[in-house]
């Protein structure tokens, strides 16, 4: 399986601003910068974790990314539907109606096929929703945020020069 990249950066970007330390805003262009994405692409997937209620945004001088849950409450599927990694993922071209002349049986291989496929994308889901993010930290180090990402994006700009 191919892992999406958006689903990677928003898993880190849920992690990080977990870290963050006393949980205080991060702004979209640190994240970009510490995660070396483009801050723009990363706005988009920023805008949909917080559509989907994961994370908050405040636009001021102070303002930035902050979690809206607690990482014990966020899972991996919570991830993934923000995303709406899930939408259309079973959608047949129906080619089969193409090459065989058996209408009827064609449809009904391709709903065997469609109900396979849902049985185990529902199984993946439910596996998704076994792992929550506060799994993936120290408890320590969420509790009250260990790293402050504008000092580690400050750090990554001098190694670069």
Same mark, same amino acid.
């Not at 995660?35 to 997937?45: A, E, G, P, T």
């Not at 607690?70 to 899930?86: G, N």
């Not at 449809?107 to 109900?115: A, S």
């Not at 009250?144 to 020069?161: C, F, M, Q, T, Y």
């Given at each position: 399986?191919? @892992?999406?990249?958006? =689903?990677?950066?928003? &898993?880190?970007?849920? &992690?990080?601003?977990?870290?963050?330390? $006393?949980?205080?805003?991060? *702004? %979209?262009?640190?994240? /970009?910068?510490v995660?070396?994405?483009?801050?723009?692409?990363?706005?988009?997937?920023l805008? *949909?974790?917080?559509?989907?209620?994961?994370?908050?945004? /405040?636009?001021?001088?102070?303002?930035?990314?902050?979690l809206?849950?607690?990482?014990?409450?966020?899972?991996?599927?919570?991830? =993934? =539907?923000?995303? #709406?990694?899930?939408s259309?993922?079973? $959608? =047949?071209?129906?080619?089969?109606?193409?090459?065989? /002349?058996? &209408?009827?049986?064609?449809?009904?291989?391709? #709903? !065997?096929?469609?109900? &396979?496929?849902?049985?185990?994308? %529902?199984? +993946? +889901?439910?596996?998704?929703?076994?792992?929550?993010?506060? $799994?993936? @930290?120290?408890?320590?180090?969420?509790q009250?945020?260990?790293?402050?990402?504008?000092?580690?994006?400050?750090?990554? %700009?001098?190694?670069? !020069?």
């Open positions: 399986m191919k @892992l999406n990249k958006s =689903f990677e950066q928003a &898993t880190y970007v849920i &992690t990080m601003l977990a870290l963050q330390e $006393e949980h205080k805003p991060v *702004k %979209s262009h640190v994240l /970009s910068q995660l070396q994405v483009s801050d723009s692409y990363l706005k988009k997937i805008m *949909k974790l917080a559509k989907a209620g994961l994370i908050r945004s /405040s636009a001021s001088k102070l303002g930035g990314y902050q809206a849950k607690s990482v014990d409450e966020i899972s991996l599927k919570d991830i =993934f =539907f923000a995303l #709406e990694l899930h259309d993922i079973i $959608e =047949f071209k129906h080619i089969a109606h193409h090459i065989y /002349s058996d &209408t009827r049986h064609v449809r009904d291989g391709e #709903e !065997k096929v469609k109900m &396979t496929l849902s049985k185990g994308l %529902s199984a +993946f +889901f439910d596996q998704l929703d076994t792992l929550k993010i506060s $799994e993936l @930290l120290h408890p320590e180090a969420y009250g945020g260990a790293i402050d990402w504008n000092k580690e994006a400050e750090r990554l %700009s001098e190694v670069k !020069k």
